[in-house]
């Protein structure tokens, strides 16, 4: 079975640029999460997804940070304009269904530094 | 009422040696404690899980304690090896939630040497 696949693997950008992360669930899997990881800290949930709706955005910076699920498979995440505290790892996970206690699969992330 | 504390933040220990990270937590709806481990370049992948009607769980060397009256569980890693040198993280949830937030630990850095 194939894992998360998550593209490009690695992005540096200057400050005040726009950047765009991609995700592709396993397949079959309903729900799809995209966290937050800054260096020395846990993953911080940004968005949750089920199917192609949102079921959780309250810790989504949605004056800088957009995320879309067309289609219920993959995903886009994106940062316009981007700031020096966005550098980060972000990760993409997804699970069969949505529940507290449902297996997340994380992919292996996108590590983005801010100029 | 959302934290995860993890404690401590990085541990060293010999091969063949016991490898313990303890976490707290406050929110008492929280029913569902899983462990994850991450490899450098890696995402977390689950480890291992509790739920509160037990007080151990054991799978292979790996074991978590948990004390519902003290809000505390704990990873237990017998006979150590420097496989298992990764970063852990503890998460809890809400089972019965109509959503799946993972509320995460700031994680262990775990050194085994050989």
């Known amino acids: 079975e194939a894992g998360v696949a998550q593209s490009p693997r690695y992005k540096i950008i200057e400050k005040r640029q726009s950047v765009a992360f991609w995700c592709n669930p396993i397949?079959?899997?309903?729900?799809l999460y995209w966290y937050q990881q800054i260096l020395g800290q846990g993953p911080k949930l940004l968005i949750q997804?089920?199917?192609?709706?949102?079921?959780?955005d309250s810790q989504l910076p949605k004056d800088r940070f957009s995320a879309e699920r067309l289609k219920g498979v993959d995903s886009t995440l994106k940062i316009q304009p981007a700031k020096l505290e966005d550098s980060a790892v972000y990760l993409c996970a997804s699970s069969l269904r949505l529940a507290g206690a449902e297996t997340q699969y994380f992919g292996p992330g996108t590590r983005l530094l801010v100029l | 009422q959302q934290q995860v504390k993890q404690s401590p933040q990085s541990l060293i220990v010999q091969k063949g040696g016991i490898s313990i990270i303890n976490c707290a937590y406050e929110?008492?709806?929280?029913?569902?404690f899983p462990w994850y481990q991450q490899f450098p370049g890696k995402g977390p992948a689950l480890l291992i899980a509790?739920?509160?009607?037990?007080s151990e769980k054991k799978e292979g060397r790996f074991t978590i304690s948990f004390n519902k009256s003290a809000k505390q569980f704990s990873l237990h890693i017998m006979d150590s090896q420097p496989g298992d040198s990764a970063t852990y993280f503890c998460a809890a949830s809400i089972r019965g939630g109509s959503q799946g937030n993972l509320i995460f630990g700031k994680g262990t850095k775990l050194s085994v040497k050989p």
């Open positions: 509790i739920r509160p009607d037990v």
């Open positions: 929110n008492t709806a929280f029913d569902y």
């Open positions: 397949s079959g899997h309903a729900t």
């Open positions: 997804f089920q199917n192609n709706g949102v079921v959780d």
